[in-house]
T-cell receptor, first 112, second 113 residues
Framework: DAGVIQSPRHEVTEMGQEVTLRCKPI?????LFWYRQTMMRGLELLIYFNNNVPIDDSGMPEDRFSAKMPNASFSTLKIQPSEPRDSAVYFC??????????FGDGTRLSIL | GNSVTQMEGPVTLSEEAFLTINCTYT??????LFWYVQYPGEGLQLLLKATKADDKGSNKGFEATYRKETTSFHLEKGSVQVSDSAVYFCALSSGAGSYQLTFGKGTKLSVIP
């Protein structure tokens, strides 16, 4: 398996800009998860999908955040407009059935 | 709701020392329990898991036993190596048809030669 692939690995942008984070899950996995990691709050689940359908988005902090999964091999997390407090490492993870999750290497996002 | 509490780090140990990282949880029903490890600049990797009371998960010399009576899942290793330096996360899944994980805040371990 190639593993979960996230892009970009690093993103630096100015406040107010739109940010798009991308994730390719492991082939055959039917669950996809987006997490945010910060020093203050640790790892937080933002949203997860099952078979491309959003199941629980209660962790999405506010309307500036949106996530889509147009097909089984691709998902995006968008922030528009971005703010400095969105700076964090964002992880995507995938799993098959109810098996443990496999994590990508993350996107380190810095909003200036 | 579900929650996981880990001992705060950082933890610094000499090579070959014994390691314990405490983890306790609060959950409804019968959760599955996990330890994940995060090496610098990488994502989380599953280290070990236990799905029911008294199960012992083990991997790479690490062990943890699911203790329902004390709601604990402490991570142990008898002899740590420099390569074990990483952040360790305890997590639980309440099941209920999903693998939604609740994580502890993580414990940073540094092993010095």
């Amino acid at each position: 398996d190639a593993g979960v692939i996230q892009s970009p690995r690093h993103e630096v942008t100015e406040m107010g800009q739109e940010v798009t984070l991308r994730c390719k899950p492991i082939s055959g996995h039917d669950y996809l998860f987006w997490y945010r990691q910060t020093m203050m709050r640790g790892l937080e689940l933002l949203i997860y999908f099952n078979n491309n359908v959003p199941i629980d988005d209660s962790g999405m902090p506010e309307d500036r955040f949106s996530a889509k999964m147009p097909n089984a091999s691709f998902s995006t997390l968008k922030i528009q407009p971005s703010e400095p407090r969105d700076s964090a490492v964002y992880f995507c993870a995938s799993s098959r059935d109810l098996r443990p999750q496999h994590f990508g290497d993350g996107t380190r996002l810095s909003i200036l | 709701g579900n929650s996981v509490t880990q001992m705060e780090g950082p933890v610094t140990l000499s090579e070959e020392a014994f390691l314990t990282i405490n983890c306790t949880y609060t959950a409804t029903g019968y959760p599955s329990l996990f330890w994940y490890v995060q090496y610098p600049g990488e994502g989380l990797q599953l280290l070990l898991k236990a799905t029911k009371a008294d199960d012992k998960g083990s991997n790479k010399g690490f062990e943890a036993t699911y203790r329902k009576e004390t709601t604990s899942f402490h991570l142990e290793k008898g002899s740590v190596q420099v390569s074990d330096s990483a952040v360790y996360f305890c997590a639980l899944s309440s099941g209920a048809g999903s693998y939604q994980l609740t994580f502890g805040k993580g414990t940073k371990l540094s092993v010095i030669p």
